[in-house]
T-cell receptor, first 116, second 110 residues
């Protein structure tokens, strides 16, 4: 299994809603990532989990809350989002646990989020 | 930190032509340079990568070249096909997470 699976594929939410994005991989990778991608732009790093611990937070607002329940799962909890948070949210994984040595990133297909 | 410039932003070619996308980077410590292809509605997928101790790498119709002295690297696609149409991102990694270029939208006309 060489896939990173993300659910849901699409999500529409209001600014007062709470929702969660889910990511799963069964490749035995020890680092997992959340990226945000706006249309026609490159992916922007949000968070990195290394060996199930948060190792990098790129100054992301607290309305985004990541969680790594185990080595195969990564969640992103959303609360009180703004319309400008509408974007494609990508999950990725890589084999080694240290971001400094990681090379190949495996991306999921993303969750297209719309905040109304 | 690392800064990656990518050109052109849009590239339109006829089927069968070659396509070249160029990137430059700023951090001389960067040692790994992947290229990702992103099709509509999908996440980026790694198509080829090169390390700093190698000058060129080929995989069928795609190749990447690296010039460490000039700090630039390029993606070459030969005999382009309509299914090559996508957005291509270069990236450079030193001691941190890869930094992406701004992307090139490649359009291959049948």
């Amino acid at each position: 299994d060489t896939e990173v699976t993300q659910t849901p594929k699409h999500l529409v939410m209001g600014m007062t809603n709470k929702k969660s994005l889910k990511c799963e991989q069964h490749m035995g990778h020890r680092a997992m990532y959340w990226y945000k991608q706006k249309a026609k732009k490159p992916p922007e790093l949000m968070f990195v989990y290394s060996y199930e611990k948060l190792s990098i937070n790129e100054s992301v607002p607290s309305r985004f809350s990541p969680e790594c329940p185990n080595s195969s799962l990564l969640n992103l909890h959303l609360h009180a989002l703004q319309p400008e948070d509408s974007a494609l949210y990508l999950c990725a994984s890589s084999q080694a646990g240290s971001p400094a040595t990681n090379e190949k990133l495996f991306f999921g297909s993303g969750t297209q989020l719309s905040v109304l | 930190g690392e800064n990656v410039e990518q050109h052109p932003s849009t590239l339109s070619v006829q089927e069968g032509d070659s396509a070249v996308i160029k990137c430059t980077y700023s951090d001389s410590a960067s040692n790994y340079f992947p290229w990702y292809k992103q099709e509509l509605g999908k996440g980026p997928q790694l198509i080829i990568d090169i390390r700093s101790n190698v000058g060129e790498k080929k995989d069928q119709r795609i190749a990447v070249t690296l010039n460490k002295t000039a700090k630039h690297f390029s993606l070459h696609i030969t005999e382009t096909q309509p299914e090559d149409s996508a957005v291509y991102f270069c990236a450079a990694r030193g001691s941190y997470i890869p930094t992406f270029g701004r992307g090139t939208s490649l359009i291959v006309h049948p």
